[in-house]
């Protein structure tokens, strides 16, 4: 079973990268304020919800995500692991990259950029921020937990 968890934390990295190269589509729309057609010239204009910094947010923490998860789900295999643990390690990485991934997409509309509930020193508390706070957090939380239980593992001979 521990190759089973191990594989699908590896899956769950390359669907975050994945997710990284889509948006990096959408960061290109955001700079260029449409849809390219290059190398033909043609240019459907339209405004891209979000920021341009928001999407490259997105972009690069879903790679670095799905790389973690993938270099995780490999780490995996060098260590001796219960099916409970294996299957809490491949959980609480998961819910870290798709935690991660709300908090920076409902972070581009925040104004407080999700950090805290409340306002603060970047803008006032709103729906979107509590939907990126909430999310992070507990995949914050997750993670740890994961990265504890795979520091604390033996090694495999």
């Known amino acids: 079973m521990q190759t089973h968890y191990s594989n699908l934390l590896i899956k769950n990295g390359v669907a975050a990268m994945l997710v990284a190269l889509v948006a990096g589509f959408l960061l290109i729309f955001s700079m260029?304020?449409?849809?390219?057609?290059?190398?033909?010239?043609?240019?459907?204009?339209?405004d891209m919800p979000g920021t341009t910094e928001g999407w490259r947010i997105v972009h690069l923490g879903m790679l670095l995500n799905g790389i973690m998860a993938i270099?995780?789900?490999?780490?995996?295999?060098?260590?001796v692991l219960s099916d409970g643990h294996s299957r809490g390690i491949q959980w609480?990485?998961?819910i870290a990259v798709w935690?991660?991934?709300?908090?920076?997409?409902?972070?581009?509309f925040a104004p407080n950029h999700g950090v805290t509930l409340e306002a603060n020193r970047l803008g006032e508390a709103s729906f979107a921020g509590a939907l990126a706070f909430f999310p992070a957090l507990l995949?914050?939380?997750t993670l740890i937990y994961a990265l504890c239980v795979l520091f604390r593992a033996e090694p495999a001979d």
Do not use: D, Q
């Open 32 to 46: 260029i304020g449409g849809l390219s057609l290059s190398p033909v010239p043609v240019l459907f204009e339209f």
């Open 71 to 79: 270099v995780l789900g490999v780490a995996m295999r060098a260590y």
């Open 92 to 94: 609480g990485t998961s």
């Open 99 to 108: 935690g991660n991934f709300c908090f920076y997409i409902f972070g581009m």
């Open 139 to 141: 995949g914050a939380v």
